[in-house]
């Protein structure tokens, strides 16, 4: 995805496919329908190595590259850091299944981007209204921190997600590696779009809002309130009207 500025000097964003691979197969990186990658994707060893672990340990759990959650044409995208272990690579829902996505989709729901019953499972009532989340690392990582060459290896996954959504004009970004890796996809600069809980960039006919992941980490220790995290989707709700 490229960047590229008009005669009035405002950006404007340019998808393009060369990253894109049509194969799908059991270990092939895409899984051949809705860009979502194959559930043996091998593009990251270390990753691959752990899912194949947590598979064995674990043989009822998801334990594969976690899909994007919500509808495609949603005006507003979420993107997450990567799968936790016993929550979205558990359960195969992005945020379910331990504690961010209490904050996630209670905040979510007070807004109206989320209806019906939050249950911390797959099969709950919980509805995104004009609202997706997707994941900067599809795969979890060991110790919940992914490798930079892991993070740039799936941000072809994260592009192909943004190049599905038609009605896309929003992003919220949560926390410093889904926002470094967000302004790589897009190609701005990291001095162009310094990261601040609350800060709000533009990209072409994007705004980009930051916010401090939800993590319990984040909240137990009082950097992130439920009242910041709120703060910024009422700025998003303001902003899609
Ligand atoms: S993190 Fe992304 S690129 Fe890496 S193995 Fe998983 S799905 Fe594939």
Same mark, same amino acid.
């Given at each position: 995805m490229k960047q590229s500025r008009q005669a009035g000097g405002e950006r *404007?964003?340019?998808?393009?496919?060369?990253?894109?691979? @049509?194969s799908a197969g059991p270990s092939a990186p895409f899984s051949g329908q809705a860009n979502e990658p194959g559930p043996d994707c091998p593009l990251c060893p270390r990753l691959k190595d752990f899912r194949d672990a947590n598979r064995a340990q674990h043989p009822h759990w998801f334990n594969a590259p976690v899909p994007s959650f919500?509808?495609?044409?949603? *005006? +507003?995208?979420? &993107?997450?850091?990567?799968?936790?272990? *016993?929550?979205?690579?558990? !359960?195969g829902r992005p945020f379910t299944g331990d504690f961010a996505g209490d904050l996630l989709y209670?905040?979510? !729901?007070? +807004?109206?981007?989320? $209806?019906? &019953?939050? $249950?911390?499972r797959p099969d709950d009532s919980l509805r995104l209204i004009d609202c997706r989340i997707t994941?900067? &690392?599809?795969?979890?990582?060991?110790?919940?921190?992914?490798?930079?060459?892991e993070i740039k290896t799936c941000r072809t996954f994260m592009q192909a997600a943004v190049e599905e959504m038609p009605r896309l004009r929003a992003i919220v970004m949560l926390g410093r590696v889904s926002h470094d890796t967000t302004l790589k996809m897009l190609g701005l600069r990291a001095a162009d779009a310094p990261f601040k809980h609350g800060? @709000?960039?533009?990209?072409?006919?994007?705004? +980009?809002?930051?916010?401090?992941?939800?993590?319990?980490?984040?909240t137990n220790t009082g950097v992130l309130t439920p009242q910041m995290f709120r703060a910024v989707f009422a700025r998003v709700r303001d902003y899609l009207g």
């Open positions: *404007q964003i340019r998808f393009t496919h060369a990253s894109r691979r @049509e919500g509808p495609v044409d949603a *005006q +507003l995208l979420i &993107v997450g850091l990567a799968p936790g272990l *016993q929550g979205a690579n558990r !359960t209670g905040t979510l !729901t007070d +807004l109206g981007f989320a $209806e019906g &019953v939050f $249950e911390a994941n900067a &690392v599809r795969c979890v990582p060991p110790q919940n921190k992914p490798l930079p060459v800060a @709000e960039h533009q990209a072409g006919a994007i705004r +980009l809002f930051d916010s401090y992941h939800c993590s319990r980490y984040n």
